[in-house]
Nanobody
Framework: QVQLVESGGGLVQAGGSLRLSCAAS????????MGWFRQAPGKEREFVAA????????RYADSVADRFTISRDNAKNTVYLQMNSLKPEDTAVYYC?????????????????WGQGTQVTVSS
């Protein structure tokens, strides 16, 4: 079983930065891909970024690829999402997700484990 707890959301002005954290409790020896998704009001949840257990491979949505960076600290069982040059359209609830295996999937149904979400609001 995996439990995920996000933190780091908040209110920031356009052009600013935030770093989200996701603390994960995982079974020893499990291999997980960690992902970030977001859901804006009135919209479907969408993929943001994913990272392999090794941390060497990452994948990003086109809308954030040049502004966001996903990373992980396996010693702390924590994954991060550094968000720079934030825009009002980045406003959403951000969710951390996890899946076994090694594929950097973008579909939310591929991720069986989810956190409760953290709100990010970017003002113009």
């Amino acid at each position: 079983q995996v439990q995920l707890v996000e933190s780091g959301g908040g209110l920031v002005q356009a052009g600013g930065s935030l770093r989200l954290s996701c603390a994960a409790s995982v079974r020893t020896g499990s291999i997980y891909v960690m992902g970030w998704f977001r859901q804006a009001p009135g919209k479907e949840r969408e993929f943001v970024a994913a990272i392999k257990w090794s941390g060497r491979s990452t994948r990003y949505a086109d809308s954030v690829a040049d502004r966001f960076t996903i990373s992980r600290d396996n010693a702390k069982n924590t994954v991060y999402l550094q968000m720079n040059s934030l825009k009002p359209e980045d406003t959403a609830v951000y969710y951390c997700a996890a899946r076994s295996g090694s594929s950097l999937q973008q579909q939310e149904y591929e991720y069986p484990y989810w956190g409760q979400g953290t709100q990010v609001t970017v003002s113009s």
